[in-house]
């Protein structure tokens, strides 16, 4: 465009200097003898300005250009007196066509340029926009794939972990991580005794009230599927009391059950402060973890509860003589290295053999339970408590001297004799015989702890039965 109207400036100016050489040409023909030569250079001069002013300003220029020639031409013959110069006009004619046949292929190239220009940058804009496209969906893409591989990584961590806190931390840990998103993470598993939920892990939330869950986690746990709620506010499905409790806490939350083998076991959310934090991407990513953590818990619940059974005795609930020994040693060592205080106490069952033979095997069995569950229900957090073999049950007394332990199981012996057994509509008293022994007074290693209170225990039963010996 600034080419073409330095072009347009060009011709204007040349017009009048053509003139102005014209005008020149004129003096001297008419100062001296008519000259041919100088009219026909006249003429070319005039010719050269009708094609530029063609050029130059277009049709209006090209025709007001020939028009000034032709009479400044026709001037220059009446006042110089060469009659030829009409004749050279015609050539006006030709210089005029000339201009506009080139005005023409001027207009036709500068649109054949223009609608290349124009084809070219809409073929740049739709390759700008498809490249744009492109981008966004490689970094959707790329997105995509660390989300899927932090995924992977999830499942990987959670195939190795085996106990449930382990569990619980992996899948709010790698939720955080794989959702990259602000607000608490929440994992909440189902209580089977109660049936109830009960926090189990946690993420960015120093306190949490809830420790049971609210109202959206039971929602979600009655329902058994996901949901988003990006303002809860503007949320009618849950009581307005709920609503404006939460409104402080939080503003939008997704949430997803825990469904293994057809049961919810527990509830994975997130929540933020700020409204449509989370999208439908964000769930369906919490949903896939949600998945895998409900197999990872699964598998912890069932490892707690093959670890339980391989130390758990099966009829009394106690633990077995392989974990008590093992425990026995380890926390002798232990209370040695402090200086500590432990008891042992082994028990039998009087007459066992008589109970068995007058009211068969599952007699013996209904005595054995009844006198786990009384020793259980009088014993410490920490006191170990297991069946040893038969009808012999020990007990570990942590922190317990001698004196202590005796007392103990004096309390053991008159509780069993003042709860009798009821076995086939017959009321049955039993009464069993205690040993005693304690570190550091009567030995110093397990092995000659179990002897002492043994030998004593067999003592009890030639005293008599019933009884407790301690010494």
């Known amino acids: 465009m600034a080419h073409t109207r330095y072009r347009s400036i060009l011709g204007i100016v040349s017009i009048p200097s053509l003139i102005a050489v014209s005008y020149i040409f004129l003096k001297i023909s008419v100062s001296k003898p008519p000259d041919a030569a100088l009219s026909v250079t006249a003429i070319c001069a005039f010719n050269i300005a009708i094609i530029y002013g063609w050029l130059s300003m277009g049709l209006a220029g090209g025709l007001m250009t020939t028009l000034v020639s032709f009479i400044m031409a026709l001037w220059i013959a009446l006042k110089g007196g060469h009659y030829e110069c009409p004749v050279y006009t015609l050539t006006f004619l030709f210089s005029a066509l000339a201009g506009y046949l080139l005005i023409d292929l001027k207009e036709r190239a500068v649109q054949s340029y223009r609608l290349k220009f124009e084809k070219a940058s809409e073929e740049i804009n739709i390759i700008s926009n498809e490249t744009v496209k492109k981008e966004m969906e490689i970094s959707s893409t790329e997105k995509k794939l660390l989300r899927y591989s932090t995924l992977k990584e999830v499942s990987e961590a959670l195939g190795v972990a085996l106990d449930l806190e382990s569990v619980s931390d992996i899948i709010t840990a790698r939720t955080e991580r794989t959702l990259d998103k602000p607000g608490r ?20 939330s120093e306190k949490i009230k809830e420790k049971r869950g609210d109202f959206f986690d039971r929602w979600v746990l009655k329902h058994r599927k996901p949901f988003i709620i990006e303002d809860i506010s503007k949320d ?17 939350l997704i949430a997803t059950p825990l469904v293994a083998e057809n049961k919810v076991t527990g509830i994975l959310r997130m929540d933020s402060l700020s409204e449509s934090e989370y999208s439908q991407e964000d769930l369906r990513l919490l949903d896939i973890i949600s998945d895998l953590g409900a197999v990872a818990v699964q598998n912890a619940l069932l490892y707690s509860k093959t670890q339980e059974l391989a130390i758990t005795d099966s009829l009394t609930g106690l633990s077995v003589r392989r974990y008590f020994l093992e425990r026995f040693r380890k926390d002798l060592q ?42 259980r229900s009088m014993m410490k957090e920490d006191d170990i408590v297991a069946r040893y073999g038969g009808e012999e049950i020990v007990i570990l007394l942590f922190g317990t001297g001698k004196k202590e332990a005796a007392a103990n199981a004096e309390a053991i012996r008159k509780a069993m004799e003042k709860h ?16 005693v022994s304690s570190f550091p007074d009567d030995a110093a290693v397990e092995e000659d702890l179990i002897k002492a209170a043994d030998e004593r225990l067999y003592r009890a039963k030639a005293g008599g039965r019933n009884r407790v010996c301690a010494d």
Do not use: C, W
Not at 185 to 204: G, I, K, P, T
Not at 420 to 435: A, E, H, K, W, Y
């Open 334 to 375: 232990r209370v040695a290295r402090v200086k500590g205080k432990l008891s042992l106490i082994i028990l039998d069952v009087d007459h066992f053999k008589d109970y068995n033979d007058r009211y068969g095997h599952a007699a013996g069995d209904l005595i054995l339970r009844h006198i786990s569950r009384t020793i």
């Open 236 to 252: 009618f499905r849950f009581p307005a009391g709920e609503i404006e409790e939460a409104r402080g806490v939080f503003l939008s």
């Open 185 to 204: 993470v929440l994992l909440y598993l189902v209580d089977a005794a109660r049936q109830e939920l009960a926090l189990s892990s946690s993420r960015n």
């Open 420 to 435: 009798p057994l009821v076995l086939r509509r017959q009321m049955i008293d039993i009464t069993v015989s205690i040993g």
